[in-house]
Nanobody
């Protein structure tokens, strides 16, 4: 059973930075995607960034150049470094895992396992 636990959320002023972490356990496949998603109040959940088991990354246009996704295989941890934060980045952030090989790791529909989320609030 895959378990995902996010941490690192908080409140920050616009222009600031945060690093989210997602501790993963129970991943049994050699081929997978891991991703970060977010949902703001009153909006649909959207993909932010994804990374596959080979380390290939993909990003939503809204965060390109500001956010960086990475993973530490030895620690079984996924990260999202968020710089130059904007008020529109305010949302609950979730990490997720999908087994398999995909052309891109951004689509939500490929994901099977989800964490509980961590709140990010950016004040202007």
């Amino acid at each position: 059973q895959v378990q995902l636990v996010e941490s690192g959320g908080g409140s920050v002023q616009a222009g600031g930075s945060l690093r989210l972490s997602c501790a993963a356990s129970g991943i049994t496949s050699s081929f997978y995607c891991m991703g970060w998603f977010r949902q703001a109040p009153g909006k649909q959940r959207e993909g932010v960034a994804g990374i596959d088991s080979d380390g290939r990354t993909s990003y939503a246009d809204s965060v390109k150049g500001r956010f960086t996704i990475s993973k530490d295989n030895a620690k079984n941890t996924l990260y999202l470094q968020m710089n130059s934060l904007k008020s529109e980045d305010t949302a609950m952030y979730y990490c997720a895992v999908s087994y398999g090989r995909w052309r891109t790791c951004l689509p939500q529909g490929i994901y099977n396992y989800w964490g509980q989320g961590t709140q990010v609030t950016v004040s202007s």
